[in-house]
């Protein structure tokens, strides 16, 4: 059986155009049994559409007789008496390639840095052969081939399930790892999903998404939320940086209050948003997305010359989303709190308490209320050895209210329908906030005071460019991340997020449009969608009021 058959078969098993660690894991043979198992991949960009390189290829470069993959693999197969080949379909691991928008087949350099490895697991009797390209006539190895080193473990070793994750391009490899709820949740799950350095699960077996998501707008739901990165600021200068680093009046911010903000660069682009938590007149905690924004907030220290210390969290402090209308039930006889802190059933949206899991002597926690869901709901902050003895009181306190545990797929369709914007689909390094809809958390005419981006922010709000919108699509055709949308024939904007509203019981999409577009004509402001190659096929769309869901969020508030 050829490597060709090999890699068609499992692109088309997988869904994808090469297997990774997690539920599209394995190479299959062309009668779809599985072959090899993929633990772990450092690198996690590979190709298995070309071939390995053969002689051919270097004499019309006008390199007759360069050494080459496919003679090397047919040296090698012959003590099992298998014939040459000219060319040898391969598994192509760390090469970048790609098809491009033409449908182009494409290679450039390739990710893999000095170390990067993929380890993989034989699932039955195999003949393999390894051969480092030595390809030094094209960029694809840097212009420097080098050795490939090969190790075989035995059966009896146990590796665990990763990918890499790096804060910076050059930084080293971080494995994927599990959260201290794991214990708890992969007894109810195998859909895990990478969410940054950690493993988050996708659904759960006994309910799934769409199920899950009803729970949360009609009962409660427990979500690990664990990825979310946490970095803590504490000194004198912690006031005066965080003040500096997000378009928030911090000043303002007491100690208790959750405050949801931006963070910009200079240019007024959008890289990260996220809650910034006031734990005392010296000290914050920054909770959000983006990997570098600790390393950014030290850098930005250092040019103010503040007293600071600022330490990530994340992996010190993990935590729970426990959202839904009955959440404040489930945990209002739950969380113990001592003088000074508002009982649970006291506490205001965007306020946090500091209490314990049923008595004075229970695991602490740290409560907000607060999420990312659209509903009544909390954040449980605890310590990682805590984390299973607060996962089980939680799932405990919850039965009687129908608790059901939730993932992010559930949590993706919430979020949507509520218009909250994530990284990668409403904003990015180009999109400042009033085009990521967010433009009311950068208070312009009322901080005075520099922070970064204003300059930029306030240049833009005076000349906003695009506006984020709601769409309610026609039919049953559910636009992607990335779609054009049209006006007639004028590309006018693009889809940013979509999805299926269980709700609406159509789709529905937040796009980024130019402003001009939504302006004219506003009552009759309709637009197409386009798919295929954006004129084939296109899906009829009406603008709507963000969000699709409680717009005067009076469930949050409840």
Avoid at 186 to 194: E, F, G, H, I, N
Avoid at 370 to 389: H, I, K, M, Q, R
Wanted: glycine share 8%; net charge negative; hydrophobic share 40%.
């Amino acid at each position: 059986m050829s490597a060709l058959s090999i890699s068609t078969v499992t692109r088309t098993m997988v869904g994808r155009a090469y297997p990774n660690p997690g539920l599209t894991d394995k190479f299959y043979d062309q009668d779809n049994q599985p072959l090899v198992q993929i633990i772990q991949d450092t690198c996690g960009r590979h190709d298995t559409y070309g071939l390995a390189c053969t002689a051919r290829v270097y004499e019309n470069k006008g390199f007759p007789g360069h050494v080459n993959c496919s003679t090397n693999i047919s040296e090698a197969m012959q003590p099992w008496d298998v014939a040459s080949r000219a060319a040898w379909p391969a598994i192509n691991y760390f090469f970048n390639t790609q098809v491009d928008a033409g449908n182009v087949i494409v290679s450039d350099e390739g990710w893999s840095l000095p170390g990067d490895y993929v380890l993989m697991k034989a699932l039955t009797d195999l003949v393999c052969v390894s051969t480092a390209c030595p390809d030094d006539t094209s960029p694809i190895n840097g212009w420097n081939p080098t050795d490939v080193q090969l190790r075989i473990y035995q059966e009896t070793e146990m590796f665990r399930k990763s990918i890499a994750f790096r804060a910076e391009p050059d930084s080293d490899a971080v494995m994927t790892k599990e959260t201290a709820f794991h214990t708890r949740t992969s007894a109810l799950t195998r859909d895990y999903r990478a969410a940054k350095d950690f493993w988050i699960p996708g659904s759960y077996t006994a309910s799934g998404a769409v199920a899950e998501y009803w729970a949360c707008r009609d009962s409660v739901t427990l979500q690990d939320m664990s990825q979310l990165g946490k970095v803590d600021v504490t000194g004198p200068g912690a006031e005066a940086l965080m003040d500096y680093a997000l378009p928030r009046d911090v000043r303002r911010a007491a100690v208790g209050q959750v405050v949801y903000s931006p963070m910009c660069r200079s240019t007024g682009a959008m890289f990260d948003d996220g809650t910034l938590f006031r734990l005392s007149p010296e000290g914050f905690r920054w909770m959000a997305g983006d990997a570098q924004a600790a390393a950014w907030l030290r850098e930005l220290a250092a040019s103010l010359e503040l007293d600071v210390q600022i330490r990530t969290a994340t992996s010190s402090l993990c935590n729970l989303a426990v959202q839904g209308p009955r959440s404040r039930d489930v945990l209002s006889s739950l969380i113990w709190t001592g003088e000074g802190h508002p009982r649970l059933d006291e506490l205001k949206w965007f306020r946090f308490l500091v209490g314990r899991i049923g008595d004075f002597n229970g695991p602490a926690v740290l409560v907000s209320r607060s999420g990312f869901t659209g509903e009544l709901g909390y954040e449980v902050f605890t310590a990682p050895e805590d984390a299973p003895a607060v996962w089980d009181a939680i799932m405990e306190a919850g039965q009687p209210h129908g608790l059901v545990p939730m993932g992010l797929d559930a949590l993706d369709l919430l979020r949507i329908e509520a218009a909250l914007p994530v990284a990668g689909h409403e904003f990015d390094d180009s999109i400042d906030p009033f085009e990521a809809g967010v433009g009311f958390a950068g208070p312009l005419k009322s901080k005075d005071r520099d922070f970064v981006g204003r300059e930029a922010l306030l240049r833009n709000a005076s000349a906003q460019r695009n506006q984020l919108i709601g769409l309610v699509v026609s039919g049953q055709d559910c636009p992607r991340h990335g779609d054009p949308v049209f006006r007639g024939r004028t590309q006018v904007g693009v889809v940013t997020s979509a999805c299926r509203s269980p709700h609406l019981g159509h789709p529905i999409a937040m796009a980024r449009v130019a402003v001009e577009a939504t302006i004219a004509e506003r009552d009759q402001a309709d637009f197409e969608i386009g798919q295929l190659d954006g004129q084939l096929k296109r899906l009829a769309a009406k603008q709507v009021p963000l969000p699709f869901y409680d717009p005067q969020k009076l469930r949050p508030r409840a």
